[in-house]
T-cell receptor, first 114, second 108 residues
């Protein structure tokens, strides 16, 4: 089954403790991206990747890192989480941007930073 | 800055009603997406549009590139259509900007 898998589904942590949210897709998509969703602000793009070893900042990249060492995986890293990073996070993938295909979303990660 | 504006923010309809959700954007785009988010949070892509109109079952999406406007229509609405509908624009193939969503409740 074609899918984007995110883990964990829920995560509670404390300020400053490094964490990684994993994202994996089995559709051989070149494009992957991370978003955060906050009440009243909607979804905002954090980082995106056009292919292996190609990443770029989205609208709200501060406090986040990503890597794309393999085509299927695109982890989101919070080196020193802060309470303002408490949010619902989504990973998504699609074929290359010039094909304008649909986005496929993971099931989301609810992160709470205390 | 708010590149994408959706209206209405909230919408309550009786089962069977025809529903329209609007999306306006202010920048040049390569595509526009309509997304559906059910309670519980999962997001599903409904349509991707770069021109014209698309139909899937009771859902119809249209886009007017010159007017920078798109509409999502639901015909014969049903309680299972209750969800948040989100408009997203793709710029340059890489970046996405999202509306804040329209929360739809369909009452039996």
């Amino acid at each position: 089954e074609a899918q984007v898998t995110q883990n964990p589904r829920y995560l509670i942590t404390v300020t400053g403790k490094k964490l990684t949210v994993t994202c994996s897709q089995n559709m051989n998509h070149e494009y992957m991206s991370w978003y955060r969703q906050d009440p009243g602000l909607g979804l905002r793009q954090i980082y995106y990747s056009m292919n292996v070893e190609v990443t770029d900042k989205g609208d709200v990249p501060e406090g986040y890192k990503v890597s794309r060492k393999e085509k299927r995986n695109f982890p989101l890293i919070l080196e020193s989480p802060s309470p303002n990073q408490t949010s619902l996070y989504f990973c998504a993938s699609s074929p290359p941007g010039n094909t304008n295909e649909k986005l496929f979303f993971g099931s989301g990660t609810q992160l709470s930073v205390l | 800055k708010n590149e994408v504006e959706q209206s209405p923010q909230n919408l309550t309809a009786q089962e069977g009603e025809f529903i329209t959700i609007n999306c306006s954007y202010s920048v040049g785009i390569s595509a526009l997406h309509w997304l559906q988010q059910h309670p519980g949070g999962g997001i599903v892509s409904l349509f991707m549009l770069s021109s014209g109109k698309k139909k899937h079952g009771r859902l119809i999406a249209t886009i007017n590139i010159q007017e920078k406007h798109s509409s999502l229509h639901i015909t014969a609405s049903h309680p299972r259509d209750s969800a948040v509908y989100i408009c997203a624009v793709r710029i340059g193939g890489n970046q996405f900007y999202f509306g804040t969503g329209t929360s739809l409740t369909v009452i039996p």
